[in-house]
């Protein structure tokens, strides 16, 4: 079945720091790959997505490459700030999952210190 | 658009009791979902309809969890007997298959279970 492996966290940083959080999958089908993040107390937010290879989603700063051929969409972040602390969620849909169903990696909580 | 809306935030009963989660998704979206997430297990999809039909139960714990959909402006997520192992956040989701895989979470009920 298809799976999402995000790298553990807490990621602790100091304001300005480059950020990079490191996501796998595995998938039956072509899928479309998402990022997610969820500030505290609140639900998830689409942060940015790629739907074919070599697609680059970005968004706040943030950027990440649906790469193929490592079945990977690693997020990264230049310079982040205190704002960015949050939990953030790798996800995936396939085109055999109806309903646009999402499987989920187990989220990496980012603190970002001033 | 007011985006999903979910009732109550916060929720605290005994145990035993039933508990009733409520979620208005956005309007005109013909998908919507529920998810609970846990320190422990992470988020976990429970259920999810497509015009106000459920598709797939198969993430429902036990029988004690049910889910309905009468109309496509509210569906409820219901417990009973409620137990402690229940306590989690529980997230409500929307999403328009027209508009490609883009789910939007509500802002979540805080579930304890004394």
């Known amino acids: 079945g298809d799976s999402v492996t995000q790298m553990e966290g807490p990621v602790t940083l100091s304001e300005e720091a480059f950020l990079t959080i490191n996501c796998t999958y595995t998938?039956?089908?072509?899928?479309?790959l998402f990022w997610y993040v969820q500030y505290p107390g609140e639900g998830l937010q689409l942060l940015l997505k790629?739907?074919?290879?070599?697609d680059k989603g970005s968004n706040k700063g943030f950027e990440a490459t649906y790469r193929k051929e490592t079945t990977s969409f690693h997020l990264e972040k230049g310079s982040v700030q205190v704002s960015d602390s949050a939990v953030y969620f790798c996800?995936?849909?396939?085109?055999?999952?109806?309903?646009?169903?999402?499987?989920f990696g187990g989220g990496t909580r980012v603190l970002v210190k001033p | 658009d007011a985006g999903v809306i979910q009732s109550p935030r916060h929720e605290v009963t005994e145990m035993g009791q039933e508990v009733t989660l409520r979620c208005k998704p956005i309007?005109?979206?013909?998908?919507l979902f529920w998810y609970r997430q846990t320190m422990m297990r992470g988020l976990e999809l429970l259920i999810y309809?497509?015009?106000?039909?459920?598709?797939?139960d198969s993430g429902m714990p036990e029988d004690r969890f049910s889910a309905k959909m009468p109309n496509a402006s509210f569906s409820t997520l219901k417990i009973q007997p409620s137990e402690p192992r229940d306590s989690a956040v529980y997230f409500c989701?929307?999403?328009?298959?027209?508009?490609?895989?883009?789910?939007?979470f509500g802002p979540g009920t805080r579930l304890t279970v004394l």
């Open positions: 989701a929307s999403s328009l298959i027209s508009e490609g895989d883009t789910q939007y």
């Open positions: 998938a039956t089908g072509y899928p479309s």
């Open positions: 790629a739907t074919k290879a070599d």
């Open positions: 996800a995936l849909t396939t085109l055999k999952a109806a309903g646009n169903k999402l499987t």
């Open positions: 309007s005109g979206h013909d998908y």
């Open positions: 309809f497509n015009n106000n039909v459920p598709i797939d």
